[in-house]
């Protein structure tokens, strides 16, 4: 079956300018997460979305960063303005779990956008 | 805030058996989860604890003790494939939010 998918798969861009990485989660599931991963690094939590609407923005590292969710499904993560330091793997993944669910679920990954900021 | 600390690296030889353990200190607690990451691909899942006790699946087994913030992921025989980074990653009581250790990169020699 069809996992999670994201675009590009590979970014390359010129500092100062504004990039949109895009995710396709798995059919039906209702939360969507980013995350965002230097080299050698673990994953630094970015935003979390319910459906369409985003609880937790807490990780966002700047406002140069943002990102909206669209029919419950497709999502963008918009970073304006590029700067070096915004050079990593970004990560979506997706879980079927509901709001109302006590049973936690886990999360499914997608490929990554490798981003680099020259 | 919360604190998951993981090592950083290990190394063992094929066939032997590793275990790679993971400490958090979180307001909150609602399930442990282990992810493996080969380089340059996304975390696949492991096991998921929520109650203290081993979860054993296969070659791979996973441990919690929820009174010590504590797991550990068991691998068994071990292959050159399982060379990987292994992710801990902790839920709260908002339990839609995961938060991941800096994860441990394993190496397997022959």
């Known amino acids: 079956g069809a996992g999670v998918s994201q675009s590009p798969s590979n970014k390359v861009t010129e500092k100062g300018k504004d990039v949109e990485l895009r995710c396709d989660p798995i059919s039906g599931h209702t939360a969507l997460y980013w995350y965002r991963q230097s080299l050698g690094q673990g994953l630094e939590f970015l935003i979390y979305f319910q459906g369409n609407s985003a609880p937790d923005k807490s990780g966002l590292p700047s406002d140069r960063f943002s990102a909206e969710r669209t029919g419950g499904s497709v999502s963008t993560l918009t970073i304006q303005r590029t700067q070096q330091e915004d050079s990593a793997v970004y990560l979506c993944?997706?879980?079927?779990?509901?709001?109302?669910?006590?049973?936690?679920?886990?999360?499914?990954f997608g490929p990554g956008t490798r981003l680099l900021v020259l | 805030g919360q604190n998951i600390d993981q090592p950083t690296e290990m190394t063992a030889t094929e066939g032997a058996i590793v275990q790679i353990n993971c400490t958090y200190q979180?307001?909150?607690?609602?399930?442990l989860f282990w992810y493996q990451q080969h380089a340059g691909e996304a975390p696949t899942f492991l096991s998921y604890n929520v109650l203290d006790g081993l979860e054993e699946k296969g070659r791979f087994s996973s441990f919690l003790s929820r009174s010590k913030g504590y797991s550990y992921l068991l691998l068994k025989e071990l292959q050159m494939k399982d060379s990987a980074s292994y992710l801990c990653?902790?839920?709260?009581?908002?339990?839609?939010?995961?938060?991941f250790g800096s994860g441990t990169k394993l190496n397997v020699k022959p």
């Open positions: 990653a902790v839920t709260l009581y908002n339990f839609n939010k995961f938060y």
């Open positions: 993944a997706s879980s079927p779990l509901e709001a109302s669910e006590r049973v936690q679920e886990t999360q499914y």
């Open positions: 979180t307001s909150g607690f609602n399930g």
